[in-house]
Every structure is written in structure tokens, then in C-alpha cells.
């Protein structure tokens, strides 16, 4: 089957850039691919989009989106994109079910999914105390002890956020030191409530009404091994993102964590009509807002590209 534009990916920035495709008469057509609506559909409350002063459920405000991609006119599919040629135009995409398409345009907004530990706790707890994201849900532990899970820059950004809402934040680090720039280094230790724990690894998770503690292992492997059990309220992993490119990096240049890479930032790549859009190209900001922003950006581009063509 042959499109105008070929949207890969459907959260925020995915159903946005079809919103706008759609309205100007591109009749996109969009894969909603693994997990449809993205990581919003696995956080419960979403606080901090702007028009919900009440807040918004995560799976709602996605099926929203998509019921107004759909509207105006998206032919939005269930399946994956598999497999892509972006040799030359039109470009060729193939969906796991076989099905082959091709495309004057293709907006790439596949997102990113974060990394956990692998711990059954963490499904078993999941929006009841496990979070991947501070700034998304901080603000629900506001006077409670938390912890969050990593050593690198994220981890300590993360828990000096946290520190200004929780009344104690816990950073749980593998290894004896932190990976972070010296400047987070510091600016970590120099705070009240934050406590490091290094050499710590957390083995699991407990409690009847949600997330009550974790079981941590110190000095695993040594000698001096010991267990140790804490009490938190919130679990906060921040051990890094994948972003979902595998697909396109044969075609399109990624940063060393495989981050598309944008030009000039724009949702530009360097193959005209391939344009990118959210967190598949954003290791930095991460938010429903910034990716529904960059869908629009990446419509109008392709938009643009096909009248000059």
C-alpha cells in the first residue's frame, strides 16, 4: 500500500504529528506498535500536561489523542514496524504482519522504554510505588522516604529533585563511587536527605498495600556480605533509557545510546522526508509535552517537504 506519510509510533508525539498530518490532508497512516500509547499507559496519574487541572489518567488521555488522530482522519493500525528500506524514496516499511508499505514521508516516533532491574517486584509494584520517571511522579511522595536506583547523572538529577518534595531520598549505588559529573557528585552529597548507599543491590521489594521497603544486598559477594532492609514509600528507578531505533540505525545516525540524531534541532534527519519526533530522539527532557510538541514539528516539516516536492 502506498501513503503520503507513514507515522511509526504512537504516544504523545506519534498521535500528535498524526493530529496534524491528518488535518492537512496528508491521510497518514500510523503504527501504534508494541505498546500503544507508550510509556503514558503504564503511569497512573498524569499531573503535569497542561488543560488537565485535575490531572489525567495516562491510558485515557492516549486514547484521547487517538480518537482525535482518528477524526480527522489517521488510519491508525495495530502491529509493529519491523523493518524499514530508507535507501530512496518513496520509502519501504514492513509491519509484522507482512503487510508492505510505502512512503513519501515517514515520521519516526517509536520512544524509548526504560531500563529496570529485572526484579518480579517491579511488575508486581508497578503504579503502586515503582516509578521510572521523578518528575512525572514526585510530586505523590511529598513527605515520604523513597529511593532511587543508579549512580550516573540521571540518578543524581533525579534524587535532588526528589529531595525538595520526599523527606528523606535514599540513592542506592552498585558500585563504590558515582558515575555522575563531579558537579552532581557534589551537589548530592552537600544535601541534608539525600543518604548514598554504595555497594548496595537491591534483590527486591515489599509490602501489603504497595511499595513499604526493599531488600538490599551490600557488598555482594564479598566476605562481609551483609542484607540490609529499608523502608520506603517510593522505588524510583534511574538506570537509563533505550530508546526503540534498532530498526533505523543502518539509516539514520544515532548518538552511543541510540538516540536518533536531529539536525540543527529540528525534527530534520539527514534523509529528506525522514523526520523524528519525542523520546526516540530525546535523551534529555522525557516529556509528554516536549514529544506531543515535536510530533507537531515533525507534521509540519513533512507537510512542508511534500509541497516542495
Avoid at 242 to 257: A, G, H, Q, V, Y
Amino acid at each position: 500500500m502506498k501513503t503520503k506519510c507513514l507515522i511509526i509510533g504512537s504516544g504523545p508525539a506519534g498521535y500528535t504529528a498524526a493530529i496534524y498530518a491528518s488535518r492537512a490532508n496528508l491521510s497518514p497512516v500510523e503504527y501504534s506498535g508494541m505498546q500503544p500509547g507508550g510509556q503514558l499507559t503504564q503511569t497512573t496519574e498524569v499531573e503535569n500536561f497542561p488543560g488537565y487541572p485535575q490531572g489525567v489518567d495516562g491510558n485515557q488521555m492516549m486514547m484521547e489523542l487517538r480518537e482525535q488522530a482518528e477524526r480527522f482522519g489517521t488510519d491508525i493500525r495495530d502491529g509493529e514496524i519491523v523493518k524499514v528500506d530508507l535507501s530512496s524514496a518513496p520509502y519501504k516499511a514492513t509491519a509484522d504482519d507482512g503487510t508492505e508499505i510505502e512512503a513519501d514521508t515517514v515520521i519516526i516516533a517509536t520512544g524509548a522504554s526504560a531500563k529496570y532491574l529485572g526484579l518480579d517486584d517491579e511488575k508486581k509494584y508497578s503504579g503502586q510505588g515503582v516509578s521510572a520517571c521523578a518528575t512525572c511522579d514526585g510530586f505523590f511522595y511529598r513527605k515520604k522516604t523513597v529511593a532511587v536506583v543508579g549512580g550516573g547523572d540521571t540518578a543524581c538529577e533525579d534524587a535532588l529533585y526528589l529531595s525538595q518534595l520526599a523527606s528523606k531520598v535514599y540513592l542506592i549505588v552498585r558500585k563504590p563511587y558515582l558515575r555522575a559529573s563531579q558537579v552532581m557528585q557534589e551537589r548530592v552529597k552537600q544535601t541534608a536527605n539525600i543518604e548514598i548507599l554504595f555497594e548496595h543491590n537491591t534483590i527486591g521489594l515489599f509490602g501489603e498495600n504497595g511499595v513499604e521497603g526493599a531488600h538490599l544486598v551490600k557488598r555482594k559477594g564479598e566476605p562481609d556480605e551483609q542484607l540490609v532492609d529499608i523502608q520506603i514509600d517510593g522505588f524510583f528507578l534511574a538506570i537509563g533509557h533505550k530508546p526503540n531505533t534498532d530498526i533505523f540505525r543502518p539509516w539514520l545516525e544515532t548518538d552511543e545510546t541510540g538516540y536518533l540524531k536531529k539536525i540543527d534541532g529540528t525534527p530534520r534527519t539527514r534523509i529528506p522526508g525522514v523526520f523524528v519526533a519525542g523520546d526516540c530522539a530525546d535523551p534529555v527532557y522525557r516529556q509528554a509535552i516536549t514529544a506531543a510538541g515535536t510530533g507537531c514539528q515533525a507534521a509540519i516539516e513533512a507537510e512542508r517537504y511534500l509541497l516542495e516536492q
